[in-house]
């Protein structure tokens, strides 16, 4: 049981380059979830989905956009890079979405230079 | 979205107790109070949670003021691999909201 997993884990862009977070669990959860945590801060919430099928902005949306292909994946994309989105990004899952305990993975670490 | 506050940073001796303070006057009556707590260089990890009642679980107690008002972590005996950054959220939805929480170091 591997819980929530990342990949990559490190990644560098040059600015307007393109790529793909992806993210699975293995907990038969419904809801995932895309946060963002710049140095020194707290998590901010990107994109979120309740359950497959479903997809929703959270707090920092913009530059983003996420696909939740199964139960289990959900992938979140910058079409175009810029250093404002150099972050650590984690992927998280919980049963259902009100009030439920949230499980992360390990991040990945995103420098867009 | 109600609010929480915390002390900066605390500080502690191996195998002693830690107490975390967390302040949360606008708290609503449905508002769950949820601790995690983010280790070096890892994804948050959950510790425990409550509503009105006292908790306890292997990592943690949770002690809920009878107003809600205010709550406190407690870690019965530190040890090092609980230096970490310790968050207390108020959650009411699907939304986990950060704030700076209280980075504890734990002194060998």
């Known amino acids: 049981n591997a819980g929530v997993t990342q990949t990559p884990k490190f990644q560098v862009l040059k600015t307007g380059q393109s790529m793909t977070l992806q993210c699975a669990q293995d907990?038969?959860?419904?809801?995932m979830y895309w946060y963002r945590q710049d140095p020194g801060m707290g998590l901010r919430l990107i994109y979120y989905s309740a359950s497959e099928g479903t997809t929703d902005k959270g707090e920092v949306p913009n530059g983003y956009n996420v696909s939740r292909l199964n139960k289990r994946e959900f992938s979140l994309r910058l079409e175009s890079a810029a250093p404002s989105q150099t972050s650590v990004y984690f992927c998280?899952?919980?049963?259902?979405?009100?009030?439920?305990?949230?499980?992360f993975g390990p991040g990945t670490r995103l420098l867009v230079l | 979205d109600a609010k929480t506050t915390q002390p900066n940073s605390m500080e502690s001796n191996e195998e002693e107790p830690v107490h975390l303070p967390c302040n949360h006057s606008?708290?609503?009556?449905?508002?769950?109070i949820h601790w995690y707590r983010q280790l070096p260089s890892q994804g948050p990890e959950y510790v425990i949670h409550g509503l009105t009642s006292n908790v306890n679980n292997r990592m943690a107690s949770l002690a809920i003021a009878e107003d809600r008002k205010s709550s406190t972590l407690i870690l019965h005996r530190a040890t090092l691999r609980d230096a970490a950054v310790y968050y207390c959220?108020?959650?009411?939805?699907?939304?986990?909201?950060f704030g700076a929480g209280t980075t504890v170091t734990v002194r060998a």
């Open positions: 907990m038969n959860h419904n809801s």
């Open positions: 998280a899952s919980s049963r259902g979405t009100v009030r439920e305990t949230q499980y």
């Open positions: 959220i108020l959650l009411n939805d699907y939304k986990l909201s």
């Open positions: 606008t708290i609503s009556g449905t508002d769950y």
